[in-house]
């Protein structure tokens, strides 16, 4: 016997059970961003390496150690996309979407790094990113944070996430407290963890997000950026927080949140929940007003946020928040007897024509009435429609209530739409 193949470690199926949840949940985040203005674009899922490597930055773990990077027949570079804002820009810049123009776009879709996988972290996951250009003040930074938040009361996890924010200032300001948290660090490298250590002449500013409890400590002593900070990028900061403020969004300063990408400055922001353990970040990002000159366009000011899925929906299953978004069949069709079936399939699909956005199935592959009911049960359907010879030749049929204390009913095949209209109105 052959040897089975399983999916690739790290790259998980995702099963009937838990799409139904997940296309609830993509659902809603669709109709919030379109209530706000907010159109969807598509990208591919390989772009060139360079892309990543200008955006993402060369001393980046996710560029050095990370990446899903081959040679295509060409010769050319390809990798699978990591994350999408790069990608966004490039194709906003390549089709004219940006010149003398605003955006506010949306993409979701998966990303590839190759991670060691844990639960909520794999190395192919789904993103739902947001992403805005031509709007430079803090009003639309507001917009985004107030957006995530609507979201996560509407999926009932408001409670279990806290919104950290924090301000990079410009390229110059980071510039200049980067040398300061060199020169403080340098002098204590002996006491860093290894991980800082290496950063401290590649990425400095990524010593500050260290899960290390000595180096945080260590880091108690060191400089602040803010400190360093612009006149523009505090008055930015102030702004965002008063406008939090009066919309009653709950926020935590981080001074020491920086983001792991280059291209970030001024506005930084994460929704963060203490129930997943060390995967802790739900919803993550912030401003990159330098990045599409930094890809070769015309400098326009940048901000977008990325979500994870996983993490998402696995919030909501610590939660206990799912139940409501899994799909269940509204109406069972069973049927007995010769060519009954026929009448079955005819009357389920004038059903769906009467009641579009209602699940109803029509049993297939024969059996008994009771072993169909218990395969309607198990569907968790609200209604099996029950249809034998005898109801085939009176033109009528069965209506069984599966759920609650309603009672059964005979009615007639050309009432059925109307009487299940009614039947599941109520329930609605």
Known sequence: MSKKIKA???????????ASIWQSVESQIRLLLSSHGYGEIRMPIVESTALFKRSIGEVTDIVEKEMYTFEDRNGDSLTLRPEGTACCVRACEEHGLLYNQTQRLWYAGPMFRHERPQKGRYRQFH???VETFGMPGPDIDAELIMMTAQLW??????????LQINTLGTVDARADYKARLVEYLTARKDDLDEDSRSRLESNPLRILDSKNPQTQKLLDGAPSLMDCLDLESKQHFDELMEMLDKAGITY?????????????????????????GAQGTVCAGGRYDGLVEQLGGKAIPAVGYA??????????????QTEGHKASVDIYIASVGDKVYQTALILAKT???SLPGRRIQSHCGGGSFKSQL??????????????GEEEVDNGTVTVKPLRGQGEQLVVEQAALASTMTQLLGEKA
């Open 153 to 162: 009361q509407q999926l009932g996890i408001q409670d279990a996430v806290t």
């Open 252 to 276: 935590e300063k981080n001074p020491r949140l920086v983001r792991g990408l280059d291209y970030y400055g001024k506005t930084v922001f994460e929704w963060v929940t203490d129930k997943l």
């Open 8 to 18: 690739i470690r790290g790259m998980n199926d995702l099963l009937p059970d838990q």
């Open 374 to 387: 218990k395969k309607a049960d198990k569907s968790e359907a609200q209604y099996a429609v029950i249809l």
């Open 351 to 353: 059903l769906r024509e």
């Open 307 to 320: 979500m994870g899925m996983e993490r998402l929906v696995l919030l909501m299953e610590t939660l206990e």
């Open 127 to 129: 993103q739902v990113g």
